[in-house]
């Protein structure tokens, strides 16, 4: 009985938030006027992003629901958007062959007659062990994880009234499916590891019947609600808003949010928001976030790049070996981006019976070894005057799309521009980062001389030049470009981590 009486208080509690929220607001005029906007926005802007995330440098992203059952895209797309692919209306040419081929997988494989929400009761999750996840994403050396609460198709992690009902039919994990609070769980799971927890929400619900009806009542009834509620009850330290693009922040009600977020809620001073508002990315926010890409290059702004370990953030049965990055590659963007000042938001797609594929958790357990040894050279760290240093060559810059384009999404091939480049270009041969007076010097790859130059640096007389993982100091000369480096004599059995080496230079001005 006890337990009931704090349920109900929670909820009657939540549901006080929302309606002072609404008071406060004036029923959103308060901030729908020009002027009081871009104040407000300024207000938003310049509010600190908290540093333990800028520290961090690592998270793990996870994409998980309904559309985990047929996890089906074709490749180089999304499965998660299987509803949308499947019914929603193909205006682009790339949108018409992703319909298509959804459709021809989902009637061979479902019947023409099965529905989407007719997947709810099969994603059991009779697999997931919330332990082991943190555990893994612990061993990862991920300093905090975002999981979808809520994805476009609407469908919610957690007990929330508010899908079901507006949904007219089961419509959460607690009710159909795992009949579990997934959030939750993970939540309690994560809180007893020295990893953050965090939560994406999205925006918009494709096919909410509500939102059909009026964009208004659905963001007055539904949407606001459940973000009151998911930060209030989980307490997340990240909130990863998406699905914004398709209204302008004034109609999401993104401000009135935002003032509640971050000067109300019981996260008001460590939460971290990203740039996901309505029609505001990289302009107004928390920190600017990037997608499949290689990042900005501007550093302006706090700025993080998330994306999957194959072409997909939910589990893609499509995809085979080939369509996965390699450990290699993944060190070598989590090094490229944090060079320039970023984080990396590395995302897993478990299935729909709650296992992390193998796959994955291979990646994030190797990813964690080159942690364990190279991980204050990652951790706490800020860009240096330089983010690399170049070799020879032609100097491809930072988006040569044609020579160095990922054929998804843009940006450059990380391994193009330090161990496999065209012909004739120069290659990063050193990444950067620094820590108090410290430089980190990161190398993609192992110089046949045995050793190697850092240019335009400037050190002191007690300077100290080590490998990580490396016993004893190593051996430097000045010279009038920067300093010589000697690389320690070791066997292949012996070096002390895997794809990128670290060189640490003490006392560096």
């Known amino acids: 009985m006890k337990a009931v009486v704090l349920v109900i208080s929670s909820l009657l509690s939540l549901s006080v938030v929302a309606d002072q929220v609404k008071q406060e607001a004036g029923q959103t005029g308060k901030y729908q006027d020009s002027d009081?906007?871009?104040?407000?926005?300024?207000?938003?802007?310049?509010?600190?992003?908290?540093?333990?995330?800028?520290?961090?440098?690592?998270?793990?992203?996870?994409?998980w629901g309904v559309y985990s059952v047929p996890s089906y895209a074709i490749k180089g797309t999304y499965s998660e958007w299987y509803w949308h692919n499947k019914d929603g209306f193909p205006v682009k040419k790339k949108k018409q062959l992703r319909h298509d081929k959804t459709n021809e997988f989902h009637d061979k494989n479902y019947g023409k007659d099965k529905l989407y929400s007719e997947f709810a009761p099969e994603f059991t999750a009779e697999m997931f062990d919330p332990d082991h996840w943190a555990n893994v994403f612990e061993d990862a050396g991920a300093k905090y994880v975002v999981l979808t609460s809520k994805h476009h198709d609407g469908y919610t992690l957690w007990p929330n009234k508010h899908a079901s009902d507006s949904f007219g039919m089961p419509w959460n994990s607690q009710e159909v499916g795992p009949k579990r609070d997934l959030v939750?769980?993970?939540?309690?799971?994560?809180?007893?590891?020295?990893?953050?927890?965090?939560?994406y929400y999205s925006l918009w619900d494709w096919f909410n019947p509500i939102w059909e009806k009026s964009k208004a009542e659905y963001v007055d009834q539904v949407m606001l609600p459940q973000m009151y509620e998911v930060v209030e009850k989980y307490k997340p330290e990240v909130f990863f808003t998406d699905?914004?693009?398709?209204?302008?922040?004034?109609?999401?009600?993104?401000?009135?949010?935002?003032?509640?977020?971050?000067?109300?809620?019981?996260?008001?001073?460590?939460?971290?928001?990203?740039?996901?508002?309505?029609?505001?990315?990289?302009?107004?926010?928390?920190?600017?976030?990037?997608?499949?890409?290689?990042?900005?290059?501007d550093n302006s702004q706090p700025w993080e790049e998330n994306r999957g370990i194959g072409f997909s953030f939910g589990f893609n049965r499509n995809e085979t070996l080939a369509d996965y990055n390699s450990t290699q590659k993944l060190v070598f963007m989590l090094v490229d981006i944090v060079s320039r000042g970023g984080?990396?938001?590395?995302?897993?797609?478990?299935?729909?019976?709650?296992?992390?594929?193998?796959?994955?958790?291979?990646?994030?357990?190797?990813?964690?070894?080159?942690m364990k040894v190279n991980g204050e050279a990652i951790y706490g760290t800020?860009?240096?005057?330089?983010?690399?240093?170049w070799s020879t060559g032609i100097n491809p810059g930072f988006n040569d799309a044609e020579s160095f384009g990922d054929r998804r999404h843009g940006g450059y091939d990380v391994l193009a521009v330090t161990v496999n480049p065209p012909e004739g270009y120069a290659v990063k041969e050193l990444f950067f980062t620094q820590k108090?007076?410290?430089?980190?010097?990161?190398?993609?790859s192992w110089p046949s001389t045995n050793s190697i130059t850092i240019k335009d640096i400037e050190i002191g007389k007690n300077t100290k030049v080590t490998m990580l993982g490396v016993e004893g100091d190593l051996s430097y000369k000045t010279t009038s470009d920067g300093i010589d480096i000697s690389l320690p004599q070791l066997l292949p059995g012996k070096l002390p981590a895997e794809h990128v080496w670290t060189l640490k230079v003490t006392n560096a001005k």
């Open 343 to 370: 984080n990396f938001l590395l995302d897993i797609g478990p299935t729909a019976d709650g296992r992390i594929p193998v796959i994955m958790e291979d990646r994030l357990i190797e990813m964690g070894k080159w």
């Open 243 to 297: 699905g914004d693009w398709i209204m302008n922040y004034t109609k999401w009600r993104s401000l009135e949010f935002l003032d509640w977020l971050t000067e109300k809620s019981s996260v008001k001073d460590s939460v971290v928001f990203n740039d996901r508002w309505g029609k505001v990315r990289k302009n107004h926010g928390g920190y600017y976030t990037t997608e499949y890409g290689a990042g900005l290059a």
């Open 36 to 63: 009081s906007a871009e104040q407000d926005w300024a207000k938003i802007d310049s509010r600190p992003v908290p540093t333990w995330w800028q520290d961090a440098k690592f998270g793990i992203f996870i994409h």
């Open 436 to 444: 108090d007076n410290n430089v980190y010097a990161m190398m993609p």
């Open 184 to 199: 939750g769980e993970l939540t309690d799971a994560v809180n007893k590891t020295d990893v953050k927890m965090g939560l």
């Open 382 to 389: 800020r860009m240096w005057k330089h983010d690399a240093q």
